[in-house]
């Protein structure tokens, strides 16, 4: 378990003196005592009877340093030219307090905190919100039929649910919009359309700004004009930042529906990104072949010219 130390990275030992000691031995060992790397800690005052350090981490392993504190005074006093006094103890302003802490009080203070990040992790994986996109969403031209359809499909699945609103026609702003989702504690952000190939198609680089590693195979792939398609294809895409999920469908109603099934379906038989991410496009792929065997594939293919051909991941 990870603890955020919100720039309260200092912590400091009093009742120890120093007599010709080694600064770097003295950082070393108590970065040693706390798990982190030699050069994670450093010693920033020495005064008399007092030494103060610093961690150079935001994030430090809760395990690695709750109760560590009579390890680390054990190991300093070990250290040539360093003096434990009797009375010597650690302090600190923020979560590095918890060093001081008995081993037995910080075994309780773990397992609490492992079971109230458990429950808020839960909370927060049941919270999902829905964006739509688009000018023409926007501008009223075209009725928004997806977000009523998921955000149902969300609430009889258990899920406490919201519209977001609709993302802009801009990768930097629709990742800004998804990115306020994420700090308002929504475990499952879903959009609805911008994943196709035109220039104003932004969707997936909005979730890739948020999670690089995001997964986006294709939906269909064709040659670009440039003129009216300027990308390869469709796709969608899966990604993840902590425990939330992040998933761009597609915005006709149909393949909207598809993906959201698809994706209640995984998200109950616990599959990962990646292997949700398989599903829904798979689910879409499989549509597509349907559509073009049949030769019903005209009308779909407006928006999409160029020589089409099934996506590949």
């Not at 005592?33 to 800690?41: C, D, R």
């Not at 990962?272 to 597509?288: F, K, M, N, T, Y």
Request: glycine fraction near 10%.
């Amino acid at each position: 378990m990870e603890w955020e130390l919100l720039e309260k990275t200092t912590f400091w030992i009093d009742d120890i003196d120093l007599n010709n000691a080694n600064l770097g031995q003295v950082a070393e060992v108590t970065a040693k005592a706390l798990g982190l790397m030699p050069e994670e800690v450093m010693v920033v005052d020495v005064r008399l009877g007092l030494i103060a350090f610093d961690v150079l981490k935001q994030k430090v392993q809760a395990e690695a340093v709750a109760g560590k504190g009579e390890e680390i005074l054990q190991s300093l006093a070990a250290l040539p030219g360093v003096v434990v006094g009797a009375k010597a103890a650690i302090h600190s302003e923020g979560v590095l307090g918890f060093i001081a802490l008995d081993p037995r009080e910080a075994e309780e203070v773990l397992e609490a905190a492992a079971e109230q990040a458990r429950q808020v992790s839960q909370a927060v994986a049941r919270r999902a919100i829905v964006f739509s996109s688009g000018a023409e969403v926007i501008a009223g031209k075209i009725e928004d039929t997806n977000s009523p359809y998921i955000l149902q499909q969300l609430e009889n699945h258990g899920f406490k649910t919201r519209f977001g609103g609709i993302l802009e026609d801009n990768a930097k702003a629709a990742a800004a919009g998804i990115e306020k989702a994420l700090e308002a504690g929504y475990g499952l952000i879903i959009t609805t359309g911008g994943v196709g190939a035109e220039d104003k198609d932004y969707s997936i680089e909005a979730v890739l700004r948020l999670d690089p590693q995001a997964y986006t195979p294709w939906i269909l792939k064709f040659t670009p004009d440039y003129h009216r398609h300027h990308k390869e294809g469709v796709r969608i895409a899966v990604g993840q930042v902590g425990i939330a999920l992040l998933v761009a469908l597609p915005g006709p109603h149909e393949e909207a529906r598809l993906g959201c099934d698809r994706l209640l379906e995984g998200l109950d038989r616990g599959l990962s990104a990646p292997e949700l991410a398989d599903v829904i496009v798979g689910a879409l792929r499989e549509r597509w072949r349907s559509m073009m065997n049949k030769g019903g594939h005209e009308h779909e293919l407006q928006r999409h010219s160029g020589n089409v051909s099934e996506g590949g991941k």
